[in-house]
């Protein structure tokens, strides 16, 4: 049996030209408005800057001008402050999103979030552990992303210990309680820091925002993370679609399951360990973003992906130009995402209950 697409035969059952249509409409509307999004993100802020202005000064950053004197303000805002935050909200949107859908293909099981196994709770206690100590921004992001790793390591560890690593709800099960345990070492932590600054800076973290982690020096370190955690996704994506069809059809189509598994979870990890790291916890995007693509192209992950992938970045991109624009003081981006992702989680599942439940 041929690997390059389980679900060729059922995609030449349907009007295939019709369906690549609309996936392709799909995707253009998407880039569009993320590229519309991005544009007025740029221009809109305490400090408007008018949409001419924007496209003048891109042009000439672009080509290598001189910026004018007058311009030489808006200038700052919008490359040393603005782009770099919206490219950082772009990259984690789309870099939780793309784990999540990943996970959700894995266990099969469309409840799943990309800190299942730990990673978010992990990077809590690492970020924690760093704050106490007093480290330097650069041993803070280095903590809670080695932190993260660790926590999911532990998790694999002691699934091949406990279910000789074939099992995946054994997975589910000590990523549950792994997560639990370094969720109560960050609170003890949290307890025994006598520092109020201390204290309300790791409260703050743990909401997720971007303000302080949208610089220049950050964006290539996600961007990096990013290719090294999407490439083996996408190369691997007709392997991951055999997974629909259970652990023993994939196999019996070739898919080694142990090394796609292992696969996905290290390129999950390493996507939602880096966006964590570096801008704290922002739930629901991972959750809510796959079940979204899915109605609009199916579950084919490749397909899926790329859909995700421009969504996850599209929603982040907007969530965080409503918090830096509209909503007084900067309210956490975490705790904005959740106010919109819980709702429209439940109303993505009564539109699904015949296929979910």
């Known amino acids: 049996m041929s690997l390059a697409d389980p679900f060729a035969q ?90 999540g859908a990943a996970y959700q293909a894995l266990f099969r099981n469309p409840m799943v979030a990309p800190d299942i196994l730990g990673v978010s709770s992990g990077a809590g206690v690492g970020a924690s552990i760093a ?22 390591f532990l998790v694999l560890l002691v699934t091949r210990i406990v279910g000789h690593g074939k099992s995946l709800l054994v997975m589910i099960l000590v990523g549950v309680v792994i997560s639990s345990l370094f969720g109560a070492l960050g609170s003890f932590i949290k307890y025994l820091s006598a520092d109020d600054q201390t204290l309300t800076a790791m ?20 961007l990096i ?14 392997q991951i679609n055999a997974l629909a069809f259970g652990e023993e059809e994939a196999q019996a189509m070739g898919v080694s399951f142990e090394r796609l598994r292992l696969l996905i979870v290290c390129a999950s990890t390493v996507l939602t360990a880096s966006a964590v790291a570096l801008c704290g916890l922002i ?9 979204l693509a899915r109605f609009l192209v199916g ?16 929603f982040m991109v907007i969530v965080d130009s409503v918090v ?31 296929v979910w439940i």
């Open 10 to 99: 059922r995609a030449a059952k349907s009007p295939s030209f019709a369906f690549l249509t609309r996936e392709r409409l799909v995707l253009a509307l998407l880039a569009l408005f993320l590229v519309l999004v991005m544009v007025g993100s740029l221009s809109l802020g305490r400090h408007d800057v008018p949409f001419a202005t924007t496209l003048k000064l891109a042009f000439r950053e672009l080509t290598g001008q001189p910026i004018e004197a007058q311009d030489k303000q808006a200038a700052v805002v919008l490359f040393l402050i603005r782009l770099p935050r919206i490219l950082m909200a772009f990259l984690v949107g789309a870099a939780l999103s793309v784990a």
């Open 131 to 152: 704050l106490v100590l007093g480290f330097s921004t650069v041993g803070f992001h280095f903590m809670a992303f080695a932190f993260g790793l660790g926590a999911v």
């Open 203 to 222: 409260v703050l973290w743990l909401m997720g925002s971007f303000a302080k982690s949208g610089a220049w020096a950050n964006v290539p370190v996600m």
């Open 225 to 238: 993370a990013f290719v090294v955690g999407v490439g083996p996704l996408y190369l691997s994506r007709w």
């Open 283 to 291: 739930g629901w995007v991972g959750l809510i973003i796959p079940h």
């Open 299 to 314: 579950p084919n992950f490749g397909r899926l992906m790329p859909s995700v992938l421009l969504g996850g970045g599209l």
């Open 324 to 354: 830096r624009i509209i909503l007084p003081g900067e309210m956490p981006v975490g705790i904005v995402t959740s106010l919109i992702g819980a709702p429209l989680f439940i109303y993505v599942l009564c539109l699904g209950r015949k």
